[in-house]
Protein backbone atom coordinates (compact mmCIF):
# COMPACT_ATOMS: atom_id res chain seq x y z
CA UNK A 1 0.00 0.00 0.00
CA UNK A 2 1.47 3.41 -0.66
CA UNK A 3 0.93 6.62 1.28
CA UNK A 4 -0.32 8.55 -1.84
CA UNK A 5 -2.92 6.34 -2.43
CA UNK A 6 -4.83 7.67 0.14
CA UNK A 7 -5.32 10.93 -1.19
CA UNK A 8 -3.96 14.57 -0.25
CA UNK A 9 -3.68 16.10 3.98
CA UNK A 10 -2.59 19.19 2.69
CA UNK A 11 -5.73 21.23 3.37
CA UNK A 12 -6.36 20.03 6.75
CA UNK A 13 -5.57 22.19 10.11
CA UNK A 14 -2.05 20.97 11.69
CA UNK A 15 -4.06 19.12 14.39
CA UNK A 16 -5.94 17.32 12.04
CA UNK A 17 -3.25 16.59 9.76
CA UNK A 18 -1.48 14.84 12.71
CA UNK A 19 -4.44 12.75 13.61
CA UNK A 20 -4.82 11.74 10.20
CA UNK A 21 -1.33 10.57 9.41
CA UNK A 22 -1.25 8.36 12.70
CA UNK A 23 -4.76 7.05 11.19
CA UNK A 24 -2.83 6.14 7.61
CA UNK A 25 -0.19 4.51 9.38
CA UNK A 26 -2.14 2.52 11.34
CA UNK A 27 -3.64 1.14 8.96
CA UNK A 28 -0.85 0.98 6.76
CA UNK A 29 0.63 -1.05 9.80
CA UNK A 30 -2.38 -3.43 9.95
CA UNK A 31 -2.67 -4.07 6.23
CA UNK A 32 1.37 -4.71 6.44
CA UNK A 33 1.04 -7.70 9.18
CA UNK A 34 -2.23 -8.48 7.12
CA UNK A 35 -0.45 -9.08 4.09
CA UNK A 36 2.41 -11.02 5.53
CA UNK A 37 -0.37 -13.31 7.08
CA UNK A 38 -1.79 -14.05 3.57
CA UNK A 39 1.47 -14.65 2.04
CA UNK A 40 2.61 -17.41 4.36
CA UNK A 41 -0.89 -18.78 4.14
CA UNK A 42 -1.03 -18.96 0.63
CA UNK A 43 2.61 -20.17 0.22
CA UNK A 44 2.02 -22.64 2.60
CA UNK A 45 -1.10 -23.91 1.02
CA UNK A 46 0.33 -23.91 -2.75
CA UNK A 47 3.99 -25.81 -1.17
CA UNK A 48 3.48 -27.49 1.63
CA UNK A 49 0.77 -31.19 1.32
CA UNK A 50 2.93 -33.86 3.13
CA UNK A 51 2.69 -33.82 6.51
CA UNK A 52 4.76 -36.84 7.08
CA UNK A 53 7.79 -34.80 8.56
CA UNK A 54 7.94 -32.10 11.17
CA UNK A 55 10.22 -29.67 9.52
CA UNK A 56 9.81 -28.82 6.37
CA UNK A 57 12.01 -30.17 3.41
CA UNK A 58 14.59 -28.48 0.62
CA UNK A 59 12.10 -28.76 -1.91
CA UNK A 60 9.45 -26.92 0.01
CA UNK A 61 11.37 -24.60 1.31
CA UNK A 62 12.74 -23.77 -1.75
CA UNK A 63 8.84 -23.47 -3.79
CA UNK A 64 8.13 -21.31 -0.40
CA UNK A 65 11.03 -18.60 -0.90
CA UNK A 66 10.14 -18.35 -5.03
CA UNK A 67 6.16 -18.34 -4.47
CA UNK A 68 6.91 -15.18 -1.80
CA UNK A 69 9.45 -13.77 -4.21
CA UNK A 70 6.95 -14.07 -6.86
CA UNK A 71 3.83 -12.89 -5.10
CA UNK A 72 6.00 -9.44 -3.92
CA UNK A 73 6.89 -9.03 -7.58
CA UNK A 74 3.60 -9.42 -9.04
CA UNK A 75 2.13 -6.65 -6.16
CA UNK A 76 4.45 -3.95 -7.01
CA UNK A 77 3.54 -4.43 -10.82
CA UNK A 78 -0.38 -4.62 -9.82
CA UNK A 79 0.51 -1.61 -7.43
CA UNK A 80 1.91 0.35 -10.50
CA UNK A 81 -0.77 -0.38 -12.88
CA UNK A 82 -3.14 0.66 -10.12
CA UNK A 83 -1.90 3.55 -9.87
CA UNK A 84 -1.40 4.28 -13.51
CA UNK A 85 -5.41 3.94 -13.44
CA UNK A 86 -5.70 6.00 -10.20
CA UNK A 87 -4.26 9.09 -12.32
CA UNK A 88 -6.55 8.46 -15.29
CA UNK A 89 -4.03 7.25 -17.32
CA UNK A 90 -6.02 6.25 -20.68
CA UNK A 91 -6.20 2.37 -21.08
CA UNK A 92 -6.54 1.39 -24.63
CA UNK A 93 -5.77 -2.31 -25.70
CA UNK B 1 -10.68 18.06 21.28
CA UNK B 2 -10.97 21.21 19.52
CA UNK B 3 -15.09 21.04 18.79
CA UNK B 4 -17.24 23.28 20.48
CA UNK B 5 -19.79 20.89 21.53
CA UNK B 6 -20.62 17.61 21.62
CA UNK B 7 -22.53 17.40 18.72
CA UNK B 8 -19.23 19.12 16.92
CA UNK B 9 -17.46 16.11 18.01
CA UNK B 10 -19.51 13.93 16.33
CA UNK B 11 -19.75 15.48 13.40
CA UNK B 12 -15.68 15.35 13.24
CA UNK B 13 -16.07 12.19 14.29
CA UNK B 14 -18.18 11.10 11.20
CA UNK B 15 -15.77 13.15 8.83
CA UNK B 16 -12.10 10.92 10.24
CA UNK B 17 -14.87 7.74 10.14
CA UNK B 18 -15.52 8.96 6.42
CA UNK B 19 -12.02 9.02 5.60
CA UNK B 20 -11.08 5.63 7.33
CA UNK B 21 -13.64 4.01 5.27
CA UNK B 22 -12.48 5.33 2.14
CA UNK B 23 -8.89 4.11 2.94
CA UNK B 24 -9.95 0.49 3.96
CA UNK B 25 -12.33 0.74 1.08
CA UNK B 26 -9.35 1.27 -1.04
CA UNK B 27 -7.23 -1.48 0.53
CA UNK B 28 -9.69 -3.53 0.27
CA UNK B 29 -9.81 -3.38 -3.60
CA UNK B 30 -6.16 -3.25 -3.99
CA UNK B 31 -5.79 -6.59 -1.76
CA UNK B 32 -8.44 -8.73 -3.87
CA UNK B 33 -7.54 -7.05 -7.14
CA UNK B 34 -3.38 -8.36 -6.33
CA UNK B 35 -4.99 -11.84 -4.68
CA UNK B 36 -7.49 -12.63 -8.02
CA UNK B 37 -4.86 -11.86 -10.47
CA UNK B 38 -2.43 -13.62 -9.19
CA UNK B 39 -4.75 -17.06 -9.20
CA UNK B 40 -5.39 -15.64 -12.46
CA UNK B 41 -2.16 -15.42 -14.09
CA UNK B 42 0.82 -16.96 -12.15
CA UNK B 43 1.77 -20.10 -12.58
CA UNK B 44 1.74 -22.28 -9.28
CA UNK B 45 4.14 -24.75 -10.25
CA UNK B 46 6.85 -22.07 -9.22
CA UNK B 47 9.41 -23.09 -11.16
CA UNK B 48 11.20 -19.77 -10.37
CA UNK B 49 10.86 -16.34 -8.66
CA UNK B 50 10.70 -14.33 -11.92
CA UNK B 51 7.52 -13.51 -13.69
CA UNK B 52 7.69 -14.12 -17.26
CA UNK B 53 6.88 -12.36 -20.08
CA UNK B 54 3.25 -14.27 -20.71
CA UNK B 55 2.43 -13.50 -16.28
CA UNK B 56 3.69 -9.76 -16.70
CA UNK B 57 1.15 -9.02 -19.59
CA UNK B 58 -1.45 -11.19 -17.73
CA UNK B 59 -0.80 -9.13 -14.68
CA UNK B 60 -1.53 -5.97 -16.43
CA UNK B 61 -4.21 -6.95 -18.84
CA UNK B 62 -6.20 -8.36 -15.66
CA UNK B 63 -5.43 -5.09 -13.47
CA UNK B 64 -7.24 -3.21 -16.54
CA UNK B 65 -10.38 -5.67 -16.58
CA UNK B 66 -10.73 -5.45 -13.09
CA UNK B 67 -10.58 -1.79 -12.97
CA UNK B 68 -13.20 -1.81 -15.71
CA UNK B 69 -15.32 -3.99 -13.85
CA UNK B 70 -15.13 -1.91 -10.90
CA UNK B 71 -16.81 0.75 -13.07
CA UNK B 72 -18.94 -1.50 -14.46
CA UNK B 73 -20.18 -2.69 -11.23
CA UNK B 74 -19.92 1.01 -9.67
CA UNK B 75 -22.57 2.11 -12.34
CA UNK B 76 -24.87 -0.38 -12.06
CA UNK B 77 -25.25 0.51 -8.38
CA UNK B 78 -26.22 3.99 -8.96
CA UNK B 79 -23.06 5.55 -7.07
CA UNK B 80 -22.22 8.69 -8.66
CA UNK B 81 -18.81 9.25 -7.67
CA UNK B 82 -16.22 7.40 -9.02
CA UNK B 83 -15.04 4.11 -7.65
CA UNK B 84 -11.83 5.53 -5.92
CA UNK C 1 -28.09 -4.43 5.36
CA UNK C 2 -31.23 -3.25 6.74
CA UNK C 3 -31.12 -0.52 10.17
CA UNK C 4 -33.81 -3.04 11.94
CA UNK C 5 -31.59 -5.82 12.02
CA UNK C 6 -29.46 -3.66 14.44
CA UNK C 7 -31.50 -3.35 17.33
CA UNK C 8 -33.86 -0.92 19.15
CA UNK C 9 -32.37 2.88 20.22
CA UNK C 10 -35.07 4.01 21.66
CA UNK C 11 -34.21 2.99 25.43
CA UNK C 12 -31.36 5.18 25.43
CA UNK C 13 -30.50 8.51 26.30
CA UNK C 14 -30.37 11.26 23.39
CA UNK C 15 -26.80 12.13 23.68
CA UNK C 16 -26.34 8.17 23.35
CA UNK C 17 -28.50 7.86 20.87
CA UNK C 18 -26.76 9.89 18.13
CA UNK C 19 -24.04 8.32 18.95
CA UNK C 20 -25.05 4.87 18.78
CA UNK C 21 -27.01 5.85 15.45
CA UNK C 22 -23.78 7.51 13.79
CA UNK C 23 -21.87 4.10 14.74
CA UNK C 24 -24.59 2.01 12.89
CA UNK C 25 -24.43 4.48 9.83
CA UNK C 26 -20.62 3.70 9.91
CA UNK C 27 -21.19 0.26 10.06
CA UNK C 28 -23.75 0.44 6.98
CA UNK C 29 -21.61 2.97 4.88
CA UNK C 30 -18.42 0.47 5.07
CA UNK C 31 -20.53 -2.80 4.77
CA UNK C 32 -21.96 -1.58 1.16
CA UNK C 33 -18.19 -0.74 0.52
CA UNK C 34 -16.70 -4.16 1.31
CA UNK C 35 -20.24 -5.75 -0.37
CA UNK C 36 -19.25 -3.51 -3.52
CA UNK C 37 -15.85 -4.82 -3.59
CA UNK C 38 -16.95 -8.34 -3.11
CA UNK C 39 -19.54 -8.16 -6.00
CA UNK C 40 -16.42 -6.84 -7.69
CA UNK C 41 -14.34 -9.70 -7.04
CA UNK C 42 -17.06 -12.43 -7.67
CA UNK C 43 -17.92 -11.54 -10.88
CA UNK C 44 -14.76 -10.66 -12.21
CA UNK C 45 -13.82 -14.12 -11.18
CA UNK C 46 -16.71 -15.90 -12.55
CA UNK C 47 -17.28 -13.92 -15.99
CA UNK C 48 -13.28 -12.75 -16.80
CA UNK C 49 -10.76 -15.66 -17.79
CA UNK C 50 -9.04 -14.46 -20.86
CA UNK C 51 -6.26 -12.03 -21.12
CA UNK C 52 -5.74 -11.38 -25.07
CA UNK C 53 -6.92 -8.30 -24.34
CA UNK C 54 -6.85 -5.13 -22.24
CA UNK C 55 -10.64 -4.58 -22.41
CA UNK C 56 -13.76 -6.29 -21.79
CA UNK C 57 -15.31 -8.00 -24.46
CA UNK C 58 -19.43 -8.09 -25.01
CA UNK C 59 -20.00 -10.95 -23.80
CA UNK C 60 -17.68 -10.65 -20.32
CA UNK C 61 -19.34 -7.29 -20.13
CA UNK C 62 -22.97 -9.02 -20.33
CA UNK C 63 -21.92 -11.95 -17.75
CA UNK C 64 -21.24 -9.27 -15.36
CA UNK C 65 -24.25 -7.29 -15.85
CA UNK C 66 -26.27 -10.47 -14.98
CA UNK C 67 -24.01 -11.52 -12.40
CA UNK C 68 -23.98 -8.18 -10.32
CA UNK C 69 -28.09 -7.97 -11.08
CA UNK C 70 -28.65 -11.21 -10.40
CA UNK C 71 -26.62 -11.25 -6.88
CA UNK C 72 -28.47 -8.16 -5.59
CA UNK C 73 -31.47 -9.86 -6.15
CA UNK C 74 -30.48 -12.53 -4.50
CA UNK C 75 -29.27 -10.58 -1.81
CA UNK C 76 -32.40 -8.71 -1.30
CA UNK C 77 -34.06 -12.52 -0.64
CA UNK C 78 -31.89 -13.35 1.68
CA UNK C 79 -32.47 -10.47 3.44
CA UNK C 80 -36.22 -11.04 3.55
CA UNK C 81 -35.88 -14.56 4.55
CA UNK C 82 -33.80 -13.83 7.03
CA UNK C 83 -35.76 -10.63 8.49
CA UNK C 84 -38.49 -13.22 8.85
CA UNK C 85 -36.31 -15.51 10.72
CA UNK C 86 -35.23 -13.04 13.20
CA UNK C 87 -38.87 -12.15 13.52
CA UNK C 88 -39.72 -15.74 14.54
CA UNK C 89 -41.44 -16.66 11.86
CA UNK C 90 -42.79 -20.68 12.25
CA UNK C 91 -40.91 -22.31 9.70
CA UNK C 92 -42.30 -25.87 8.39
CA UNK C 93 -41.54 -27.55 5.04
CA UNK D 1 -18.22 12.72 27.67
CA UNK D 2 -20.67 12.46 30.55
CA UNK D 3 -19.54 10.29 32.13
CA UNK D 4 -18.33 11.11 35.96
CA UNK D 5 -14.58 9.15 36.30
CA UNK D 6 -12.32 7.16 34.39
CA UNK D 7 -14.21 3.49 35.06
CA UNK D 8 -17.25 4.81 34.01
CA UNK D 9 -15.96 6.37 30.96
CA UNK D 10 -14.85 2.69 30.38
CA UNK D 11 -17.84 1.19 31.14
CA UNK D 12 -19.60 3.10 28.94
CA UNK D 13 -16.92 2.10 26.37
CA UNK D 14 -17.30 -1.37 26.68
CA UNK D 15 -21.56 -1.03 26.07
CA UNK D 16 -20.75 0.97 22.99
CA UNK D 17 -17.96 -1.88 22.02
CA UNK D 18 -20.60 -4.73 23.17
CA UNK D 19 -23.36 -3.12 20.23
CA UNK D 20 -20.60 -2.64 17.77
CA UNK D 21 -19.32 -6.32 18.04
CA UNK D 22 -23.09 -7.57 17.80
CA UNK D 23 -23.92 -5.35 14.86
CA UNK D 24 -20.69 -6.58 13.43
CA UNK D 25 -21.43 -10.35 14.25
CA UNK D 26 -24.97 -9.90 12.32
CA UNK D 27 -23.40 -8.17 9.14
CA UNK D 28 -20.55 -10.70 9.33
CA UNK D 29 -23.64 -13.40 9.56
CA UNK D 30 -25.76 -12.52 7.08
CA UNK D 31 -22.65 -11.96 4.35
CA UNK D 32 -21.79 -15.10 4.94
CA UNK D 33 -25.09 -16.74 4.44
CA UNK D 34 -26.00 -14.38 1.44
CA UNK D 35 -22.06 -15.68 -0.08
CA UNK D 36 -22.48 -19.71 0.74
CA UNK D 37 -26.42 -19.39 -0.83
CA UNK D 38 -25.40 -18.42 -3.77
CA UNK D 39 -22.70 -20.58 -4.15
CA UNK D 40 -24.87 -23.67 -3.50
CA UNK D 41 -28.16 -22.08 -5.74
CA UNK D 42 -27.27 -19.67 -8.21
CA UNK D 43 -25.93 -21.38 -11.41
CA UNK D 44 -22.86 -19.87 -12.55
CA UNK D 45 -23.38 -19.47 -16.34
CA UNK D 46 -25.58 -16.44 -16.17
CA UNK D 47 -27.77 -17.11 -18.94
CA UNK D 48 -30.25 -14.20 -17.34
CA UNK D 49 -30.18 -11.42 -15.19
CA UNK D 50 -33.56 -12.87 -13.32
CA UNK D 51 -33.87 -15.65 -10.31
CA UNK D 52 -35.70 -18.48 -11.65
CA UNK D 53 -38.01 -20.59 -9.95
CA UNK D 54 -35.58 -23.75 -8.90
CA UNK D 55 -33.24 -21.01 -7.57
CA UNK D 56 -35.67 -18.87 -5.46
CA UNK D 57 -37.55 -22.14 -3.54
CA UNK D 58 -33.14 -23.36 -3.30
CA UNK D 59 -32.52 -19.82 -1.29
CA UNK D 60 -35.60 -19.73 0.42
CA UNK D 61 -34.24 -23.31 1.81
CA UNK D 62 -30.91 -22.57 2.33
CA UNK D 63 -31.83 -19.95 4.22
CA UNK D 64 -34.13 -21.64 5.89
CA UNK D 65 -31.63 -24.63 6.63
CA UNK D 66 -28.12 -22.47 7.65
CA UNK D 67 -30.57 -20.46 10.31
CA UNK D 68 -30.87 -24.38 11.74
CA UNK D 69 -27.10 -25.08 11.55
CA UNK D 70 -26.78 -21.41 13.32
CA UNK D 71 -28.91 -23.08 16.02
CA UNK D 72 -27.75 -26.34 16.28
CA UNK D 73 -24.25 -24.48 16.69
CA UNK D 74 -25.04 -22.18 19.06
CA UNK D 75 -26.06 -25.02 20.73
CA UNK D 76 -23.16 -27.42 20.78
CA UNK D 77 -21.08 -24.13 22.27
CA UNK D 78 -23.49 -23.95 25.26
CA UNK D 79 -24.13 -19.96 24.54
CA UNK D 80 -27.70 -19.41 26.22
CA UNK D 81 -28.92 -16.89 24.64
CA UNK D 82 -30.40 -17.10 20.54
CA UNK D 83 -27.65 -16.67 18.12
CA UNK D 84 -29.17 -13.57 16.92
CA UNK E 1 -7.57 -16.92 21.49
CA UNK E 2 -5.87 -17.54 24.83
CA UNK E 3 -5.53 -14.61 26.76
CA UNK E 4 -1.84 -15.45 27.48
CA UNK E 5 -0.81 -15.27 23.54
CA UNK E 6 -1.36 -11.58 23.88
CA UNK E 7 1.56 -10.59 25.91
CA UNK E 8 1.79 -9.41 29.60
CA UNK E 9 0.33 -6.39 31.39
CA UNK E 10 2.52 -6.88 34.75
CA UNK E 11 4.51 -3.68 33.51
CA UNK E 12 1.77 -0.87 32.50
CA UNK E 13 0.97 2.16 35.36
CA UNK E 14 -3.23 0.88 36.84
CA UNK E 15 -4.97 3.10 34.18
CA UNK E 16 -3.37 1.48 31.20
CA UNK E 17 -3.90 -1.34 32.54
CA UNK E 18 -8.10 -1.27 32.61
CA UNK E 19 -7.94 -0.09 29.56
CA UNK E 20 -5.77 -2.74 27.94
CA UNK E 21 -7.71 -5.32 29.83
CA UNK E 22 -10.73 -3.90 27.99
CA UNK E 23 -9.55 -3.85 24.95
CA UNK E 24 -8.14 -7.67 25.28
CA UNK E 25 -11.99 -8.51 26.13
CA UNK E 26 -13.21 -6.84 23.13
CA UNK E 27 -10.75 -8.65 21.22
CA UNK E 28 -12.15 -11.86 22.80
CA UNK E 29 -15.67 -11.41 22.26
CA UNK E 30 -14.98 -10.44 18.43
CA UNK E 31 -12.80 -13.19 17.68
CA UNK E 32 -15.09 -15.62 19.27
CA UNK E 33 -18.44 -14.19 17.42
CA UNK E 34 -16.09 -14.43 14.26
CA UNK E 35 -15.37 -18.17 14.72
CA UNK E 36 -18.91 -19.00 15.68
CA UNK E 37 -19.69 -17.64 12.32
CA UNK E 38 -16.72 -19.15 10.54
CA UNK E 39 -17.81 -22.83 12.10
CA UNK E 40 -21.64 -22.46 11.49
CA UNK E 41 -19.71 -21.54 7.49
CA UNK E 42 -17.70 -24.24 7.23
CA UNK E 43 -19.87 -27.10 8.58
CA UNK E 44 -23.03 -25.95 6.58
CA UNK E 45 -20.77 -25.85 3.52
CA UNK E 46 -19.23 -29.24 4.19
CA UNK E 47 -22.60 -31.09 5.72
CA UNK E 48 -25.47 -29.69 3.70
CA UNK E 49 -26.14 -30.10 0.04
CA UNK E 50 -29.21 -30.71 -1.06
CA UNK E 51 -32.54 -27.88 -0.99
CA UNK E 52 -35.55 -30.31 -1.40
CA UNK E 53 -36.58 -29.86 2.20
CA UNK E 54 -36.72 -26.78 4.37
CA UNK E 55 -35.45 -28.67 7.34
CA UNK E 56 -32.21 -30.29 7.99
CA UNK E 57 -32.36 -34.14 7.92
CA UNK E 58 -30.45 -36.37 10.43
CA UNK E 59 -28.08 -37.30 8.50
CA UNK E 60 -27.08 -33.10 7.70
CA UNK E 61 -27.66 -32.85 11.64
CA UNK E 62 -25.20 -35.56 12.54
CA UNK E 63 -22.93 -34.13 10.20
CA UNK E 64 -23.19 -30.73 11.54
CA UNK E 65 -22.87 -32.15 15.12
CA UNK E 66 -19.51 -34.28 14.05
CA UNK E 67 -17.94 -31.64 11.94
CA UNK E 68 -18.11 -28.99 15.06
CA UNK E 69 -17.10 -31.07 17.50
CA UNK E 70 -14.14 -32.27 15.68
CA UNK E 71 -13.00 -28.35 14.50
CA UNK E 72 -13.44 -27.29 18.35
CA UNK E 73 -10.63 -30.46 19.15
CA UNK E 74 -8.85 -29.58 16.34
CA UNK E 75 -8.80 -25.98 17.51
CA UNK E 76 -7.88 -26.80 20.82
CA UNK E 77 -4.79 -29.00 19.58
CA UNK E 78 -3.56 -26.27 17.49
CA UNK E 79 -3.88 -23.67 20.01
CA UNK E 80 -1.37 -25.83 22.60
CA UNK E 81 0.98 -26.25 19.82
CA UNK E 82 1.03 -22.83 19.08
CA UNK E 83 1.58 -22.01 22.49
CA UNK E 84 4.57 -24.44 22.71
CA UNK E 85 6.20 -22.81 19.44
CA UNK E 86 5.48 -19.20 21.11
CA UNK E 87 7.40 -20.20 24.24
CA UNK E 88 10.01 -21.51 22.40
CA UNK E 89 10.04 -25.03 22.74
CA UNK E 90 12.60 -27.34 20.82
CA UNK E 91 10.81 -28.69 17.79
CA UNK E 92 13.01 -31.55 16.13
CA UNK E 93 11.34 -34.15 13.51
CA UNK F 1 -7.24 11.29 29.59
CA UNK F 2 -4.14 11.52 32.13
CA UNK F 3 -2.03 12.93 28.83
CA UNK F 4 -0.39 16.64 29.54
CA UNK F 5 -1.34 17.51 25.88
CA UNK F 6 -2.61 17.13 22.26
CA UNK F 7 0.33 15.55 21.23
CA UNK F 8 1.03 13.01 24.37
CA UNK F 9 -2.21 11.64 23.69
CA UNK F 10 -1.68 10.90 20.05
CA UNK F 11 1.53 9.01 21.31
CA UNK F 12 -0.63 7.54 23.49
CA UNK F 13 -3.26 6.49 21.28
CA UNK F 14 -0.34 5.09 18.88
CA UNK F 15 1.18 2.68 21.52
CA UNK F 16 -2.38 0.95 22.29
CA UNK F 17 -2.97 0.96 18.55
CA UNK F 18 0.53 -1.00 18.39
CA UNK F 19 -0.93 -3.15 20.84
CA UNK F 20 -4.16 -4.03 19.61
CA UNK F 21 -2.42 -4.40 15.67
CA UNK F 22 -0.02 -6.74 17.51
CA UNK F 23 -2.84 -8.59 19.14
CA UNK F 24 -4.96 -8.38 16.10
CA UNK F 25 -2.08 -10.25 13.88
CA UNK F 26 -1.56 -12.85 16.54
CA UNK F 27 -5.56 -13.67 15.65
CA UNK F 28 -5.34 -13.58 12.59
CA UNK F 29 -2.47 -15.96 12.06
CA UNK F 30 -4.18 -17.76 14.74
CA UNK F 31 -7.27 -17.95 12.98
CA UNK F 32 -5.61 -18.81 9.54
CA UNK F 33 -3.29 -21.50 10.65
CA UNK F 34 -6.34 -23.25 12.24
CA UNK F 35 -8.37 -22.69 9.10
CA UNK F 36 -5.44 -24.45 6.73
CA UNK F 37 -4.64 -27.81 8.65
CA UNK F 38 -8.36 -28.25 9.39
CA UNK F 39 -8.33 -28.30 5.39
CA UNK F 40 -4.93 -30.13 4.97
CA UNK F 41 -5.66 -32.54 7.29
CA UNK F 42 -8.74 -33.63 8.78
CA UNK F 43 -11.26 -36.08 6.82
CA UNK F 44 -13.87 -33.75 5.73
CA UNK F 45 -16.36 -37.37 5.54
CA UNK F 46 -17.21 -36.84 9.18
CA UNK F 47 -17.85 -40.18 10.21
CA UNK F 48 -17.04 -39.56 14.02
CA UNK F 49 -16.43 -36.19 16.09
CA UNK F 50 -13.22 -37.50 17.48
CA UNK F 51 -9.41 -36.76 16.12
CA UNK F 52 -8.23 -40.38 14.81
CA UNK F 53 -4.53 -40.66 15.58
CA UNK F 54 -3.25 -39.85 11.99
CA UNK F 55 -5.19 -36.57 11.57
CA UNK F 56 -3.48 -35.74 15.41
CA UNK F 57 -0.02 -36.43 13.85
CA UNK F 58 -1.16 -34.49 10.66
CA UNK F 59 -1.92 -31.47 13.02
CA UNK F 60 1.39 -31.36 15.14
CA UNK F 61 3.48 -31.58 11.99
CA UNK F 62 0.95 -28.66 10.20
CA UNK F 63 1.43 -26.55 12.66
CA UNK F 64 5.29 -27.08 13.02
CA UNK F 65 5.40 -26.20 9.25
CA UNK F 66 3.23 -22.96 9.06
CA UNK F 67 5.61 -21.65 11.80
CA UNK F 68 8.80 -22.60 10.37
CA UNK F 69 6.85 -21.10 6.81
CA UNK F 70 5.91 -17.86 8.63
CA UNK F 71 9.71 -17.57 10.06
CA UNK F 72 11.23 -18.14 6.75
CA UNK F 73 8.84 -15.53 4.92
CA UNK F 74 9.42 -13.22 8.08
CA UNK F 75 13.05 -13.32 7.34
CA UNK F 76 12.62 -12.61 3.28
CA UNK F 77 10.38 -9.85 4.59
CA UNK F 78 13.24 -8.42 6.21
CA UNK F 79 12.03 -8.11 9.36
CA UNK F 80 14.20 -7.90 12.02
CA UNK F 81 11.88 -8.85 14.81
CA UNK F 82 10.04 -12.26 15.12
CA UNK F 83 6.88 -12.69 13.69
CA UNK F 84 5.23 -12.91 17.37
Known amino acids: MDKSMLGDLDS ?3 EDKIRMSAMIDQLQIRDSLRMYNSLVERCFSDCVDNFRRKSLDKQEETCVRRCAEKFLKH ?3 V ?3 FAELNQGAATQD | MAAKNGST ?3 KEQIFGMAEQEMEYRVDLFNRLTKICFDKCIDKRYKESELNMGENSCIDRCVS ?3 QVTNLIGQLLGSNRPPM
Open chain 1, 12 to 14: LPE
Open chain 1, 75 to 77: SMR
Open chain 1, 79 to 81: GMR
Open chain 2, 9 to 11: TIE
Open chain 2, 65 to 67: KYW
